[in-house]
């Protein structure tokens, strides 16, 4: 089966900044490529994704970039805000999201 | 998008007892999943509810500890069985729609 590594576990930036999540998957066959974000006590929601047709993907200062040969994805957070602190999951799957398979999470943490 | 309600939204029961979880979809929806979430972890996959049919688990769940049920395309139900200290976790249903995973408000079980 799929089987999604996430890195880092824990990651500390001030606001403003940046923040970059690394994510990487085995299965050649997986074609979607989804992010979450789960905030204390609630569900996890999609903020964005990209399919395997695509390289990147851009949406309201997150961007997603997919490098297939290398299967590896990243989110990038630009211009940080404490409101984007939170777990952030990536996820990988084949057609119809069909068993997604979840990265093991990092912890945003983005000070004033 | 689909709205998945949940049901309870908490619990406390006591080991060696058994707990049933609903999870109800607001239109007809062909996939149906258990995500199991302990404290800041990962979400794993349980198994696939599958309509009018066994579910499809995944390693390391089985249907005599949790079983599920899916009598039609808008309503699953998870059992846990005989519950132990080590089921405390938030159970999620989800479903997948256009190629999206969206997730029900979560149940949090905690087992004394």
């Known amino acids: 089966g799929e089987q999604v590594e996430q890195l880092p576990s824990i990651l500390r930036v001030q606001e403003g900044s940046s923040a970059s999540i690394n994510c990487t998957y085995e299965?050649?066959?997986?074609?979607?490529f989804p992010w979450y974000k789960q905030e204390p006590g609630e569900n996890p929601k999609l903020i964005i994704d990209?399919?395997?047709?695509?390289e990147r993907k851009q949406t309201q200062g997150l961007i997603v970039l997919l490098d297939k040969k290398a299967k590896r994805f990243s989110l990038h957070i630009t211009d940080t805000q404490p409101g984007d602190s939170a777990m952030y999951f990536c996820?990988?799957?084949?057609?119809?999201?069909?068993?997604?398979?979840f990265g093991s999470g990092t912890r945003l943490l983005v000070s004033p | 998008s689909v709205l998945l309600y949940q049901k309870p939204n908490r619990d406390i029961c006591q080991s060696g007892t058994s707990l049933k979880i609903q999870c109800v979809a607001d239109?007809?929806?062909?996939?149906m999943f258990w995500y199991q979430q302990f404290q800041e972890q990962s979400l794993m996959l349980m198994a696939t509810?599958?309509?009018?049919?066994?579910?499809?688990?995944e390693s390391g769940f089985t249907k005599d500890k949790f079983p599920i049920s899916r009598p039609n395309l808008t309503f699953s139900t998870l059992t846990v069985n005989n519950a132990r200290p080590g089921d405390s976790s938030i159970y999620f249903c989800?479903?997948?729609?256009?190629?999206?995973?969206?997730f029900g408000a979560g149940t949090r079980l905690s087992v004394l």
């Open positions: 990209i399919r395997s047709n695509m």
């Open positions: 996820a990988a799957s084949g057609t119809g999201g069909y068993k997604v398979v």
């Open positions: 299965n050649s066959a997986s074609n979607y």
């Open positions: 989800s479903s997948s729609r256009e190629n999206t995973l969206y």
């Open positions: 239109s007809q929806v062909v996939s």
């Open positions: 509810a599958n309509e009018g049919s066994e579910a499809t688990y």
